[in-house]
């Protein structure tokens, strides 16, 4: 097993140093495994470092390619060895265990570097999805940017409490705001003094509300709750979700449409079109592309964020600003297709076509193009350990369009 990580990690390497994954669009080499081999991105990402370091390490690389070392302790001696110190290294790993050895560098990465290991982490927002449905952020600031957002959420508790008191009598008010002077950790009888999330709710929806610099009045930073048919459920029930498919109960739908704008949209909002009055593309039209994309179009991206609508025809060409003319792309493959020299079209059947700059299509599934000599290699390299491995062994089935993963589980659930 060893030994074939090995193989994969030189491949990943010369895969990568001819840039074989920017031929096929991939913003990096991490994600086209990602893309391609079915990888998740973080080990994707985690493979390449490995695979480029043991490029510089030829002890260290020779040692796994005769199954001397495993992939952990490799991934563990990359992160601290340097061609001057990988025999030494190596020497030690191949007494220890894996854990062991993790221990080892992470202790020998500290004596080498002791003041980048009593600095701060990087500053850097986290999210993670609880069992529960709620969303978990994780904050890493700076003590004084972290007491600065600490001040703006108790301003927005403040706001949220000002909000809820607006029906309240003066003479209610006057005895509240009392008690509040006397012990601000005292709720008033009746009264609910908000919390700092309530604060950080109050203080984005107040920041795009009223910042001129979003925009269109905030437009393009709405929360876009789907209606649509819940694919679980018999025809005529529906479900709503949010634009990266994570289900929104009843109720919750409920208490946001008690107070929303509600924008219908007839199927994908094919049609809307304003011709050629305007190249920029309006919020009617913004919205349909966001229900329809999801979005960047380009196959194997999955980005959702900073995406631009992009005119399948140009519109100093002659194309129109309209729905059935535009395709949201993130910022990568927007310069791609205008500077990088690929080309995107939309067949008669209304799905996407990309086109490389030498006119080679890219197609769903990746292209059989690969070196005679390497496969030769790989075919004997199986036979002589009697294993059947083809080109599609493990070639991900996926047709690039966004999965929608409770859709998935919920099969699975169905089917045990």
Request: charged share 25%.
């Amino acid at each position: 097993m060893d030994a074939a990580t090995h193989r994969l990690l030189t491949c990943i390497r010369q895969f990568d140093e001819v840039g074989g994954w920017y031929e096929q669009g991939a913003a990096s080499c991490a994600q086209w495994l990602a893309w391609r081999i079915g990888l998740d991105s973080a080990t994707a990402r985690e493979k390449v470092r490995v695979a480029r370091a043991l490029g510089k390490l030829p002890a260290i690389d020779e040692a796994l390619r005769v199954g001397k070392l495993s992939y952990a302790k490799a991934r563990a001696l990359t992160r601290v060895a340097a061609p001057e110190t990988e025999a030494k290294l190596l020497e030690v790993a191949l007494v220890a265990t894996g854990a062991q050895l993790e221990r080892i560098c992470r202790g020998y990465r500290r004596a080498l570097a002791p003041d980048e290991a009593l600095a701060p982490e990087e500053r850097s927002v986290r999210r993670r999805d609880l069992p529960g449905g709620m969303v978990k952020l994780e904050i890493v600031l700076a003590p004084d940017e972290a007491d600065l957002v600490l001040r703006a959420l108790d301003r927005g508790r403040e706001v949220v409490h000002g909000r809820e008191q607006t029906d309240v009598s003066a003479e209610t008010r006057k005895r509240n705001d009392v008690r509040q002077d006397v012990s601000a950790e005292t709720s008033a009888p009746g009264s609910t003094w908000p919390s700092r999330a309530d604060g950080m709710v109050a203080l984005a929806e107040n920041f795009l509300a009223g910042n001129p610099a979003t925009g269109n009045g905030g437009e393009r930073f709405q929360v876009m709750v789907h209606v649509d048919q819940d694919p679980l459920a018999p025809d005529g029930v529906l479900s709503a979700s949010l634009d990266d498919g994570t289900r929104v109960s009843a109720e919750t739908f409920r208490r946001i449409a008690c107070d929303c704008g509600v924008v219908a949209v007839a199927g994908d909002g094919a049609g809307l079109n304003i011709g050629r009055r305007a190249r920029s593309i309006p919020p009617a039209i913004r919205r349909a592309l966001a229900l329809r994309d999801r979005g960047c179009r380009f196959p194997g991206c999955t980005h959702t964020r900073f995406l631009h609508g992009h005119h399948i025809q140009h519109w100093l060409h002659g194309g129109e600003t309209s729905v059935d003319n535009l395709v949201l792309l993130c910022t990568f493959h927007h310069h791609l297709v205008h500077e990088g020299l690929w080309t995107v079209a939309r067949g008669e059947d209304g799905e996407l076509a990309f086109t490389a700059p030498e006119g080679r299509a890219l197609q769903a599934e990746p292209p059989r193009q690969m070196v005679q000599g390497v496969l030769e290699s790989l075919h004997e390299w199986a036979k002589d350990r009697g294993l059947d491995i083809g080109a599609d062994s493990n070639l991900p089935l996926w047709d690039g369009t966004r999965p929608d993963y409770d859709w998935a589980v919920g099969a699975l659930l169905r089917a045990g």
